[in-house]
């Protein structure tokens, strides 16, 4: 019986400590407690691409909404194209985004990169990211498909619970102004300020700046 107990209290904190992907569709729902795959697995959980449907993206990009579990996370998206995609060289969050709280995020809109042109048709896999300031990281991936017809979500269909997110603003070494490098507006909520890097110094900026970069490049730590 205290077997049994421990291993649902060990199951509990384990999805708890996880992400969910709500939109687009996940590969696999990774927080199902199935043995094959785990979220700490570079790069898409150990789920292969075509496990699950593919969801129709605008062409200038389109919407995610995560189920998130911590108390605060950095947040990565990455783009690869093609129908078997795992190597993610488009990056759709080129600055750090910070997302606080518990509960449901939606981003109605993740441009694409403004060198990067698609077609109707063209297949393509997200890969999402989460890291904690330790840099530990957690990752999940959705196959797209790009459709002329498709729309990003809107209304209820993109509503926030209990969190909020936004890009951190550079900072500026020496600043006394906090107001001045508050995270800026993510969707429809403001960012938040629990990875405020005002008045940081340089090594601090710079380690930050770094966790950024290995993310957007989909490196695994």
Same mark, same amino acid.
């Given at each position: 019986?205290?077997?049994?107990?421990?291993?649902?209290? @060990?199951?509990?904190?384990?999805?708890?400590?996880?992400?969910?992907?709500?939109?687009?569709?996940?590969?696999?729902? &990774?927080?199902?407690?199935?043995?094959?795959?785990?979220?700490?697995?570079?790069?898409?959980?150990?789920?292969? @691409?075509?496990?699950?449907?593919?969801?129709?993206?605008?062409?200038?990009?389109?919407?995610?909404?995560?189920?998130?579990?911590?108390?605060?996370?950095? =947040?990565?998206?990455?783009?690869?194209?093609?129908?078997? @995609? &795992?190597?993610?060289?488009?990056?759709?969050?080129?600055?750090?985004?910070?997302?606080?709280?518990?509960?449901?995020?939606?981003?109605?809109?993740?441009?694409?990169?403004?060198?990067?042109?698609?077609?109707?048709?063209?297949?393509?896999?997200?890969?999402?990211? &989460?890291?904690?300031?330790?840099?530990?990281?957690?990752?999940?991936?959705?196959?797209?498909?790009?459709?002329?017809?498709?729309?990003?979500?809107?209304?209820?269909?993109?509503?926030?619970?209990?969190?909020?997110?936004?890009?951190? @603003?550079?900072?500026?070494?020496?600043?006394?102004?906090?107001?001045?490098?508050?995270?800026?507006?993510?969707?429809?909520?403001?960012?938040?300020?629990?990875?405020?890097?005002?008045?940081?110094?340089?090594?601090?900026?710079?380690?930050?700046?770094?966790?950024?970069?290995?993310? =957007?490049?989909?490196?695994?730590?």
């Amino acid at each position: 019986m205290k077997v049994t107990s421990l291993a649902v209290l @060990a199951t509990a904190q384990l999805a708890a400590a996880h992400f969910g992907l709500e939109y687009p569709e996940w590969r696999f729902d &990774t927080l199902s407690g199935d043995e094959r795959y785990s979220q700490w697995e570079y790069p898409c959980a150990g789920v292969p @691409a075509g496990t699950g449907n593919r969801t129709e993206w605008p062409l200038t990009g389109g919407s995610i909404k995560l189920e998130l579990h911590h108390a605060w996370s950095y =947040v990565f998206v990455n783009l690869g194209l093609g129908e078997n @995609a &795992t190597v993610f060289n488009y990056t759709l969050t080129p600055s750090l985004y910070n997302t606080t709280g518990n509960g449901t995020y939606c981003l109605p809109q993740l441009p694409l990169p403004t060198n990067l042109k698609v077609n109707d048709g063209d297949l393509a896999s997200l890969q999402v990211i &989460t890291a904690d300031y330790k840099g530990t990281s957690l990752y999940n991936c959705a196959d797209i498909v790009f459709r002329s017809s498709a729309k990003a979500l809107s209304g209820d269909d993109c509503k926030s619970n209990n969190v909020t997110g936004g890009f951190v @603003a550079a900072a500026t070494q020496g600043s006394d102004d906090d107001s001045k490098n508050d995270t800026t507006s993510g969707g429809n909520n403001q960012g938040s300020g629990a990875a405020h890097i005002g008045g940081a110094n340089t090594m601090v900026l710079s380690s930050v700046v770094g966790l950024a970069l290995a993310f =957007v490049y989909g490196l695994g730590l």
